[in-house]
């Protein structure tokens, strides 16, 4: 059995963050860390967008920011200009390739497809893979969204549409979302917020389908990339461990009232970091109030 001094599993969001925070802030200089990570190969698999409050270490990966954005409901159209925080989007693809970049440089790091070669019981384990009993009856952020591009100009990209509430509700809360990126390709994900266990809400593709052609009024469009998730709006159930520390969603580092995770997993790689020496000893970091 191999030893290490920590463990990451899960190199998702969370996993690489916290590997990329510690390597640059030399935490690994004398230290070994083990990633574990099932996955083959990493590519754009998601869009990850927020308010940027505070810095953060990707700004170059950051494909697009709006100071302008709009919503949408039975009543009208609501514009609003925040110039003090903008909306940023992150490419997934661009985020991953700057972080495996670093850390393969570091020979103090190791990658591994599973943790049956790793001794557990002596390492500190850094957990961002969810529990296996997902409650699928409590309430969940889920998704999908399309990118799409056109032959001609299209939108307007100083601007995006947070939230259009014009469209079927279906006893619950849903909404179509317009990342502008170009004025001829733009993100549209229709987004519900409803319990995981009613089907009927995810016919996605007819959704999104119908939203382009009727409500945006655009026929003709090649989708160029597509994502599909759910994101818990509900705090995991983990029983406190003296040698782990879960992060991510895992660890309760999503919002609740708005699923945003990003910043947070950020700022809990950033006290990680700041305290590994002594985080055996440290409390257990919570999200602020406004983050």
């Known amino acids: 059995m191999k030893e290490f001094d920590y463990i990451i599993l899960g190199a998702g969001c969370a996993g690489l963050s916290l590997a990329y925070e510690l390597d640059i802030n030399k935490k690994l200089k004398d230290k070994t860390l083990a990633i574990v990570e099932i996955r083959d190969e990493y590519k754009r698999d998601k869009t990850w967008s927020f308010w940027k409050v505070i810095d953060h270490n990707f700004e170059k990966c950051v494909i697009k920011s709006w100071n302008n954005f709009s919503i949408n409901s039975e009543l009208g159209s609501h514009e609003v200009i925040n110039k003090d925080f903008p909306y940023q989007t992150i490419d997934s693809g661009l985020f991953y390739k ?4 670093q850390l393969t ?17 002596n390492s500190f384990i850094f957990n961002s893979i969810p529990s296996n009993n997902i409650d699928r ?4 952020q889920h998704f999908k969204g399309i990118e799409i591009e056109t032959s001609g100009d299209i939108f307007d990209d100083e601007i995006f549409n947070l939230m259009d509430f014009g469209c079927e509700q279906r006893d619950n ?32 593709d ?28 509900f705090y995991p159930k983990n029983k406190i461990e003296k040698n ?24 809990h790689s950033k006290y990680i970091s700041n305290n590994i020496e002594k ?6 970091y919570h999200i602020g109030k406004k983050i």
């Open 206 to 233: 007819i959704q999104l389908e119908k939203y382009i052609k009727e409500t945006l009024r655009i026929k003709n469009y090649k989708i160029n990339y597509q994502e599909e998730g759910a994101i818990p709006l």
């Open 137 to 140: 009856s409590n309430i969940w």
């Open 98 to 101: 700057t972080i495996l970049n």
């Open 173 to 204: 809360v849903h909404f179509f979302y317009t990342l502008p990126f170009k004025k001829n390709k733009a993100l549209i994900e229709t987004t519900w917020i409803s319990k995981m266990d009613d089907k009927t809400l995810m016919d996605y």
């Open 105 to 121: 440089q570091n020979k103090n790091i190791q990658f591994f497809k599973n943790s049956e070669q790793l001794n557990l019981e």
């Open 244 to 267: 782990k520390i879960n992060i991510g969603s895992a660890g309760g580092m999503t919002r609740l009232s708005t699923g945003y995770t990003f910043l947070n997993i950020q700022e």
């Open 279 to 284: 985080i055996k000893d440290k409390k257990i």
